[in-house]
């Protein structure tokens, strides 16, 4: 799909002096703001206030109109909310309002507003986009698609769930399209490969996306390469709403355009530690964890929290990778440990569970479900009842997930209904804030509608909500105890914020 229309040369040149504050001829091109100092024009260009999309950004108690030229040309003019009249502007009086600051009432805008020292042949092309501004749409949009794009493994080992997100997406758009769409438009999936996590991770994602180019990103799996997924959507400059990311120890909110829906290992773990803090009020709580960046640093934040709760016998026992052993469980038991926090692999807690058995010992095993479900469900039965996990969304989500990975018989929808679920909360969360957004489309636009969702049941569980540093949706876990005999999950909590 073509992007909506393609700019004159122009209003391209005019769009540049608008966005960046740059002359494309090469003229000299300043801004005197307030105070009198004169600086680059780079250095305020027009859109850092009145916005990318000309409506405007209001901000420190200044709102600056918006810019759009339906509005700017009426003949009736405006009353501006600080009391400031004009009639209606034509080409030369915004000229004017742009290099002398005066109206086209004749009144003075506030020094807030920089007066701009700009070349003839600048303002011309300043002025032809401005023209056109409120009809300009982002990449990805036509007058009838949005185009959506997801980053998906179809071949290779994740190709199952690859398959079970895409066709969770798809139906969820169908659904959409078949009740007319969004604001008159149907969306449209195209689904593009990470490729292989080699040297240069989602190369072929990022080439794709530039020749096609998506209004946004939505849901997406990018195994080993989740921060990757970010950066792509970070670098394009185009909103990614929940990549999909189980494994991730910490779901950062440093990136502007990438909008989690859950925490990570991190916020899980820490939901785990305010259970125990509870349930084991002075309880001997030990913090197992292998040793490696990532993981000290959580286990070190949750021992923080326990301690903080009144768990003062919390701390913390590291192993080296992959060796679970005999020595460690003891270590753990020793100073009558009853509940243990493990923040490592499955295979890992399976080892760490048949050792303890092997001693006849059965302490609470507390872990992040994401790493530990199909470990846990294979636990000597000795266990049962004793092994709590954490996930992210309402437990019947994922309870049908427990217990599908531990029998074999489970069909695939089954085996990745947590996948189903994420995905079209993802789809849900991208279409609500299309929607809030109306018909004229920027990612900018988006992103601020994004911003303003609060309290969304996106189908998770847990409310969502960002805002302009906010960009995870829920920070927090369920707990659930594992029923060894029959396999499946029960809530013992209500959601646990962590925030
Ligand atoms: C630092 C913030 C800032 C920047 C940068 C800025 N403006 Fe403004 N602009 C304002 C504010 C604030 C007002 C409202 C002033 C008032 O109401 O007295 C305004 C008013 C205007 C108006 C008058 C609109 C009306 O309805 O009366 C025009 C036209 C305008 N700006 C164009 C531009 C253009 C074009 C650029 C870039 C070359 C630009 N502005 C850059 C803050 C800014």
Redesign the pocket.
């Known amino acids: 799909m073509q992007p909506s229309q393609a700019l004159t040369d122009k209003e391209r040149a005019g769009k540049r002096i608008?966005v960046e504050g740059e002359s494309p001829s090469g003229h000299a091109f300043r801004a005197t703001i307030a105070g009198g100092t004169t600086v680059a024009a780079s250095l305020?260009?027009?859109a850092?206030?009145?916005g990318a999309d000309g409506l405007g950004r209001p901000e420190g108690g200044?709102s600056?109109?918006e810019?759009l030229w339906s509005e700017?040309m009426k003949s009736y003019g405006?009353a501006?909310e600080?009391g400031?009249r004009?009639p209606g502007f034509n080409e030369r009086s915004?000229a004017r309002?742009?290099t002398s600051g005066i109206?086209s009432g004749g009144n003075a805008?506030?020094a807030?507003?920089?007066r701009?020292a700009i070349s003839q042949d600048d303002m011309a092309s300043?002025i032809a986009y401005l023209e056109i501004l409120e009809h300009e749409q982002d990449d990805g949009v036509s007058a009838s698609r949005i185009r959506v794009a997801t980053v998906l493994p179809l071949e290779g080992p994740p190709a199952e769930v690859g398959r079970a997100i895409r066709d969770a997406l798809q139906e969820q758009l169908d659904e959409i399209n078949a009740r007319g769409g969004i604001h008159g438009r149907k969306l449209e999936l195209a689904v593009l490969p990470p490729g292989d996590a080699g040297a240069r991770p989602l190369e072929e994602a990022r080439q794709l996306l530039a020749r096609d180019p998506a209004f946004a990103l939505v849901s997406g799996l990018a195994p080993g390469a989740e921060q990757d997924l970010s950066s792509l959507a970070e670098k394009a400059g185009v909103p990614l709403v929940g990549p999909f990311a189980p494994f991730t120890l910490r779901a950062d909110a440093g990136a502007r355009f990438t909008f989690q829906l859950v925490g990570g290992l991190r916020d899980q773990s820490l939901a785990l530690a305010h259970w125990a803090a509870q349930e084991f009020p002075s309880g001997r709580i030990a913090v197992v964890h292998p040793a490696q960046d990532g993981y000290a640093d959580v286990a070190r934040a949750v021992v923080q929290r326990l301690r903080s709760r009144r768990c003062r016998g919390a701390r913390r026992v590291e192993y080296a990778r992959g060796e679970v052993e005999s020595a460690l469980v003891s270590r753990v038991r020793a100073g009558k440990t009853n509940a243990v926090i493990f923040l490592g692999e499955g295979s890992e807690l399976a080892a760490f569970a048949a050792e303890a058995a092997r001693l006849g010992w059965a302490p609470f095993i507390l872990a992040p479900g994401a790493l530990s479900a199909r470990a846990a469900a294979a636990a000597p039965r000795l266990f049962d009842g004793k092994i709590l996990l954490a996930y992210p969304a309402r437990p019947a989500a994922e309870r049908r997930e427990v217990l599908a990975t531990a029998g074999p018989r489970a069909g695939t929808r089954e085996r990745h209904a947590a996948a189903r679920v994420f995905a079209r909360a993802a789809g849900a969360i991208l279409a609500e804030a299309l929607r809030r957004t109306g018909r004229h489309l920027t990612r900018e636009a988006l992103m601020e509608n994004l911003e303003k969702l609060h309290d969304f049941d996106a189908g998770l569980g847990p409310p969502l909500a960002y805002g302009p540093g906010r960009r995870v949706g829920a920070r927090g876990a369920y707990v659930v105890a594992v029923d060894l005999t029959k396999g499946t999950v029960r809530p013992v909590s209500g959601w646990i914020g962590v925030e």
């Open positions: 608008y305020v260009p027009c850092s206030c009145h200044l600056p109109p810019l700017l405006h501006h600080n400031r004009h915004l309002a742009i109206d805008l506030d807030a507003m920089p701009y300043l």
